[in-house]
């Protein structure tokens, strides 16, 4: 069983920044891909942002070039980089854990961008 512990979520301006983060414990295989993906009521989840234990990153199209998926080296820690926020970046985002065919959870972090 893994557990996730996220943080960084709440409310923010347009043009605003926020950066989430969330580290995932117990026994985790080396190899896997961490991410965020949201989920905005009413719409499709959506994926945010990929990046495996050897730094290769895959982002969701409407997300380029304003949001940066990184991790620490050797943890399953994993920050998401928010900037540039629209209210259409409103949703939950979901850290993810993926080794092999299997997906874990995180509980997840609600971003609001409203003025």
């Known amino acids: 069983q893994v557990r996730f512990v996220e943080s960084g979520g709440g409310l923010v301006q347009p043009g605003g920044s926020l950066r989430l983060s969330c580290e995932a414990s117990?026994?985790?295989?080396?190899?896997?891909?961490m991410g965020w993906y949201r989920k905005a009521p009413g719409k499709q989840g959506e994926l945010v942002a990929t990046?495996?234990?050897?730094?290769?990153?895959n982002y969701g199209e409407s997300v380029k070039g304003r949001f940066t998926i990184s991790r620490v080296n050797g943890k399953n820690t994993v920050f998401l980089q928010l900037n540039s926020l629209t209210p259409d970046d409103t949703a939950i985002y979901y850290c993810?854990?993926?080794?092999?065919?299997?997906?874990?959870w995180g509980q997840g972090s609600q971003v609001t961008v409203s003025s």
């Open positions: 117990g026994s985790i295989f080396a190899i896997n891909t």
């Open positions: 990046i495996t234990e050897d730094d290769n990153t």
């Open positions: 993810s854990l993926k080794v092999g065919a299997n997906t874990q």
